[in-house]
């Protein structure tokens, strides 16, 4: 078995399926590399409660990677390891800039969702499917104007996240968001959105802080993911895994291609790479 001590995973298009269930395959390799002393640890572009119950009622998960890096929670002591933040005033700011484009936008702020509710209200029209609208209805609280709210409140947003329905836009936001806005981390994390968090904010970070604390060398670590916000965190690890529905950046950086989401690719890839053994040249093949 490989001397591996942690894994860290993200969660949709990765540990969960395309309708956000754990196979019980995934589950079950889980539940084995637990037992084999590995610590098992969700990476999420959300908060600690607004995980799926069937992640946070796995047994054997303590910490959690939320908000794609902003904290490291731990669920047992029910407390924040550590953090990174956006000012108020600076989300503020960010946020007047987003006034002037046609699309939805809210934040994270004390491990809950927030949004204006003139754009809470227009959520159906943004999207990109039923789950995503049952994410914002059940996971964000309308207030009469988020800056507003912000500037009263005056404490640090973990992330802001916006909807596009213009997909054009959105590729020119892109290549222009972090140009603009050059002290922040601008990344993607599903097929509509774009998402602002502090520059250190990253799932990469986020991951060395937590081994780190634990004392666990960064070449003992492994990581699963999709889509552009895991890539710090596929970088970083001592061995990075994308799924086979990864986008083909996400691939390219990583040393192993698994199967998709839908096929328990993370079962997949812990019973090959960790259980079985795998050389280093069959590590890039699916």
């Not at 996400?250 to 040393?255: L, M, P, R, T």
């Amino acid at each position: 078995m490989r001397d591996i001590r942690l894994i860290t995973l993200d969660l949709d298009g990765t540990l969960l399926d395309s309708d956000k269930q754990l196979s019980e395959e995934n589950r079950a390799a889980l539940e084995k590399a637990s037992e084999a002393g590995i610590e098992i640890v969700p990476a999420t572009g959300r908060f600690y409660k607004g995980m799926p119950e069937v992640i946070r009622d796995l047994p054997f998960i303590r910490y959690v990677i939320g908000v794609n890096g902003a904290e490291v929670y731990d669920a047992v002591l029910e407390k924040i390891v550590c953090a990174s933040e956006i000012p108020w005033d600076e989300a503020v700011s960010i946020m007047e800039y987003l006034d002037t484009l046609p699309i939805i936008y809210d934040c994270y702020q004390g491990g809950w969702g927030w949004m204006t509710k003139a754009l809470y209200d227009q959520a159906e029209d943004y999207a990109a499917s039923v789950h995503s609208l049952r994410m914002i209805r059940g996971l964000r609280t309308p207030v009469p104007d988020l800056k507003a709210y912000l500037s009263e409140k005056k404490a640090g947003v973990q992330k802001i996240q916006f909807l596009f329905r213009d997909m054009e836009l959105r590729e020119k936001m892109l290549k222009y968001l972090p140009e603009k806005f050059p002290d922040f981390t601008v990344t993607t994390s599903v097929v509509n959105n774009m998402e602002i968090n502090s520059r250190e904010a990253t799932k990469g970070n986020a991951l060395k802080k937590l081994a780190k604390y634990l004392g666990i060398p960064m070449s003992k670590t492994m990581a699963f993911g999709d889509d552009m916000n895991d890539v710090t965190m596929l970088k970083a690890a001592g061995i990075g895994v994308a799924m086979g529905n990864a986008k083909e950046d996400v691939k390219a950086i990583s040393d192993f291609v698994t199967r998709d989401c839908d096929h328990s690719g993370v079962a997949y890839a812990i019973t090959k790479l960790l259980f079985e053994g795998s050389s280093k040249e069959e590590r890039r093949t699916k």
